[in-house]
């Protein structure tokens, strides 16, 4: 790994995609040198940290959980909404770790996941044709000229809500909350009702006695108190990656310090890019994205220019097929990557490659086409006898009317009643616990 970190003109040399329009280049370069002084959201260390848990799980011993909102949003940083979303994580999290016996690597969707690829750079509405909304990071969503406009202030804000994202993160995961003994409380509003509200109850019990029984024997852990919980997003925006790599004193090289996991989407992940240029240098443990028309050959050659040291821990390919093309697709890819001796987390996004509009006009997914990938990502890797490594879910810890069927069958009609991203449709909090417990369920088979 080259230890000269490219400057961000040579990055723009290189033509990145999916980046802001700015009108201004000179407001750029100000925010540019303010983000660069401000001091780091993760520690260097904490991304090594990361990187060994993953390399254990490309070995087979561990199961990644990675989730969040499609985009994050300025509003959305509230106790209410950043708790709501940590306490159904951990909710998942205990499923699969209780029902799996593996260790679960927690990672957030959060704290930095404010700016996205769009597929059109335009909206039309009503004969007006505006930028269209690219994440808080770069425009409003507001149909207005002035909202429109891409601000680079606007990163400085990102950089602000991801602080204090990650500092409520922080103080949950260690500060008590995240006690098993509090497991009861995290969902106590719970519907006891609804099918996986009762599951859930179940299992808390279950833990709760087990707990108990350990604290009498004398066993009063420290890993029962607190959990370790990581932030990643998609490095898409150059200004705002590149002012906050850093060189690490312990290392003397660069990290990239705005989350602990980044990872390159399916739509800037060229060989020859700047997305590829940029976090070819960092030490983080890094995603990417393979879409359908990945062939081993992309995969492979992303894993040797992303690290070419076969570092453990260092890569994880995020597959996103589409459920009726995974399980055609995908053997191929991990085959060749395999037989390359390279040791990978392979985890699966079943949302990117299951989306579609509703007849009301609601982008959605169907939660059977969600678990139809998850199933299909298991019998591969069952086939092909080899590690399903984790799974990436765009998810929300409220109750949401986004994505469709679920243990509580919510209909296309049903769509309007609580819709509430900006980007892509999210599972509930019922349906992100009803898929970890389908997971589980792969997991123990
Ligand atoms: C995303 O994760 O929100 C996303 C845009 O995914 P992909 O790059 O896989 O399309
Ligand atoms: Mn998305």
Redesign the pocket.
């Known amino acids: 790994m080259s230890e000269v970190f490219p400057s961000l003109a040579e990055l723009h040399a290189l033509n990145p995609k999916h980046q802001a329009a700015y009108p201004d280049p000179v407001a750029v370069d100000e925010v540019v040198k303010e983000l660069s002084v401000r001091p780091p959201l993760v520690f260097a260390g904490e991304c090594d940290d990361l990187r060994g848990k993953l390399a254990q799980v490309a070995q087979r011993k561990g199961f990644v959980l990675q989730g969040g909102d499609?985009?994050e949003t300025f509003e959305g940083v509230t106790a209410a909404n950043v708790s709501n979303k940590l306490r159904v994580l951990l909710a998942m999290a205990v499923v699969l770790t209780y029902a799996a016996q593996v260790p679960v690597v927690k990672i957030g969707?959060l704290a930095g996941?404010y700016a996205?690829?769009r597929s059109k750079d335009t909206e039309t509405r009503g004969g007006i044709t505006l930028p269209v909304y690219k994440g808080d990071a770069v425009n409003g969503f507001a149909f207005t000229p002035e909202a429109r406009t891409p601000d680079p202030k606007r990163l400085l804000d990102v950089y602000n809500a991801s602080a204090a994202t990650l500092n409520l993160t922080r103080a949950f995961v260690t500060g008590g909350f995240a006690h098993l003994a509090q497991i009861h409380s995290w969902n106590s509003d719970w519907a006891k009702t609804s099918g996986v509200g009762t599951r859930w109850e179940e299992l808390a019990g279950e833990i709760e006695r087990a707990l108990a029984f350990m604290v009498a024997c004398g066993m009063d852990d420290e890993s029962m108190r607190k959990v370790d919980f990581f932030a990643s997003h998609?490095a898409l925006l150059l200004e705002y990656e590149h002012a906050l790599t850093r060189i690490d004193s312990r290392t003397a090289k660069p990290y990239n310090v705005s989350g602990h996991f980044v990872?390159i989407?399916?739509?800037?992940r060229q060989l020859d890019g700047a997305h590829v240029e940029m976090l070819r240098h960092v030490q983080n443990p890094i995603g990417i994205?393979l879409?359908p028309t990945t062939t081993g050959a992309d995969a492979l050659a992303l894993a040797d220019a992303l690290d070419p040291d076969h570092q453990p821990g260092r890569i994880s390919f995020?597959t996103?097929m589409g459920a009726k093309k995974i399980r055609e697709l995908l053997p191929p890819v991990i085959e060749q990557v395999e037989a390359s001796g390279r040791e990978v987390v392979w985890i699966c996004?079943p949302?990117?490659g299951n989306t579609f509009e509703a007849a009301n006009g609601y982008k959605t997914r169907d939660f059977n086409d969600v678990m139809d990938e998850v199933n299909g990502f298991f019998d591969v890797h069952d086939q092909l006898g080899t590690w399903p490594g984790g799974v990436?879910i765009?998810l929300t810890g409220d109750d949401v009317t986004e994505c469709v069927g679920g243990a509580d069958a919510l209909a296309e009609t049903d769509l309007g009643d609580r819709y509430e991203s900006l980007?892509?449709p999210r599972l509930n909090r019922n349906q992100s616990l009803e898929l970890a417990f389908l997971v589980s369920q792969r997991l123990t088979d």
């Open positions: 499609c985009a969707r996941q996205k690829p998609e990872w989407g399916e739509r800037t994205k879409g995020i996103r996004d949302m990117h990436h765009e980007c892509d």
